[in-house]
Structure formats: C-alpha cells, structure tokens
Nanobody, 121 residues
Framework: QVQLVESGGGLVQPGGSLRLSCAAS????????MGWYRQAPGKQRELVAT???????DYANSVKGRFTISRDNAKNTVYLQLNNLKPEDTAVYSC???????????????WGQGTQVTVSS
C-alpha cells in the first residue's frame, strides 16, 4: 500500500503565494507520474499540473505562468508552487500518483486526502 500526504494549504490574499507538498510513502519501487488536481465547490475536479519521472511537466491553461510543479524523486515528494493567486484558485487541492510497487508490476493510482487553498481578501 502507498499513502500520499499533502501539506501547505491555507488562507492567502489575492496576489499571494503558497507552496504545497505531497509526500508518498509505503511500498514504492517507482513513481511514474505525479500530479495535482483541484476541486472547487459545485465544480468538477480539474487537473492542475503533472510531472513525469523524467521531469516533463504539463499545466492547465488557467495556471500556466503562475504555478510550478516539481518533484524530488529521492524523497518521493511532489511540490506545487502557487504564485499570483486569484480568488478563482480557491479549491481543495489533491495529490495524485501512479506508483509501481515492485519492479515490473503495473502502476496503481493513489490519491491524497486533499488540502484546502482559500484565496480571499
């Protein structure tokens, strides 16, 4: 089993910054893809950013130029730097990872519990 634990959410004013972290632990051989999703009240969950094992990244258009995803493979941790935050960024942010638990095994999808980000003056 694999656990993902997020941290770093909170309340911030418009234009402010936050850094989210998500640490994976448990039976891990390799984490192929890590990503951040968010879900605002009354809206569907949306993909914010992803990062592959080799470092390739992808972002939702709404966050390009403001958010940066990174990862530390040695620590099995993914980060999301949120800059120039806007009220519409308010949501629960959840970490996602596709994990191989053993060499040659399939990758399984795991989710964190989510962390609240609120952007308000």
């Amino acid at each position: 089993q694999v656990q993902l634990v997020e941290s770093g959410g909170g309340l911030v004013q418009p234009g402010g910054s936050l850094r989210l972290s998500c640490a994976a632990s448990g039976s891990i051989y390799r984490i192929n893809v890590m990503g951040w999703y968010r879900q605002a009240p009354g809206k569907q969950r949306e993909l914010v950013a992803t990062i592959f094992n080799a470092g390739t990244t992808d972002y939702a258009n709404s966050v390009k130029g403001r958010f940066t995803i990174s990862r530390d493979n040695a620590k099995n941790t993914v980060y999301l730097q949120l800059n120039n935050l806007k009220p519409e960024d308010t949501a629960v942010y959840s970490c996602n990872a596709f994990v191989q638990e053993r060499r040659g095994s399939l990758s399984y999808n795991y989710w964190g519990q989510g962390t609240q980000v609120t952007v308000s003056s």
